[in-house]
T-cell receptor, first 109, second 120 residues
Framework: GQNIDQPTEMTATEGAIVQINCTYQ??????LFWYQQHAGEAPTFLSY??LDGLEEKGRFSSFLSRSKGYSYLLLKELQMKDSASYLC??????????WGAGTKLIIKP | GAVVSQHPSWVICKSGTSVKIECRSL??????MFWYRQFPKQSLMLMAT?????????EQGVEKDKFLINHASLTLSTLTVTSAHPEDSSFYIC????????????????FGPGTRLTVT
């Protein structure tokens, strides 16, 4: 079966750095997305990785290792508005988007 | 670019009635649209994949006769919850795949703002 694992919840301090991990086992791989979802709102796109390595975009970076079936989202200089759920999603061999359950990130002052 | 709208944003209906939710891609053509449902504190659950001009493909466990999906044009898909019951109360989100859209990633999905359905 297809499986994507993320921690259920994480807590971090404002101004700090947090890394959210995602491991996946899917039938094929055609890319990995990270989305941010605030409570009561739809997900918004954060990043896309299809090749190994680190993609940096401002305070957010995303890393991928295809051989390990592993990705992480790195958030720097945390702000209170970063409190949200972060969803990892993988495109499988059928070009379907397989979603993780999401990681709820709580930022404390 | 790549904006997806949903209407209504929230709706309250009585048990036994039907509710239609519209999903529109405003500035691009979407050959494929997706319908998700999300219960509080849970992740997105894909209900069905909708391709323009053809029947929707439903995920296992989703009743096609209860959740009617129509994708009549490249910019509009509708989800009708028929004979709604309180257990259908949820957050319904649509997304559209914009293949070939400049600036988008392959198979990236653009999400609508969601529709909160409450059945009393």
């Amino acid at each position: 079966g297809q499986n994507i694992d993320q921690p259920t919840e994480m807590t971090a301090t404002e101004g700090a750095i947090v890394q959210i991990n995602c491991t996946y086992q899917t039938s094929g791989f055609n890319g990995l997305f990270w989305y941010q979802q605030h409570a009561g709102e739809a997900p918004t796109f954060l990043s896309y990785n299809v090749l190994d390595g680190l993609e940096e975009k401002g305070r957010f970076s995303s890393f991928l290792s295809r051989s390990k079936g592993y990705s992480y989202l790195l958030l720097k200089e945390l702000q209170m508005k970063d409190s949200a759920s972060y969803l990892c999603a993988v495109i499988d061999s059928n070009y379907q988007l397989i979603w993780g359950a999401g990681t709820k990130l709580i930022i404390k002052p | 670019g790549a904006v997806v709208s949903q209407h209504p944003s929230w709706v309250i209906c009585k048990s036994g009635t039907s509710v239609k939710i519209e999903c529109r891609s405003l500035d691009f053509q979407a050959t494929t649209m997706f319908w998700y449902r999300q219960f509080p504190k849970q992740s997105l659950m894909l209900m069905a994949t909708s391709n323009e001009g053809s029947k929707a493909t439903y995920e296992q466990g989703v009743e096609k006769d209860k959740f009617l999906i129509n994708h009549a044009s490249l910019t509009l898909s509708t989800l009708t919850v028929t004979s709604a019951h309180p257990e259908d109360s949820s957050f319904y989100i649509c997304s559209a795949r914009a293949i070939g859209l400049a600036g988008s990633f392959l198979y990236e999905q653009y999400f609508g703002p969601g529709t909160r359905l409450t059945v009393t």
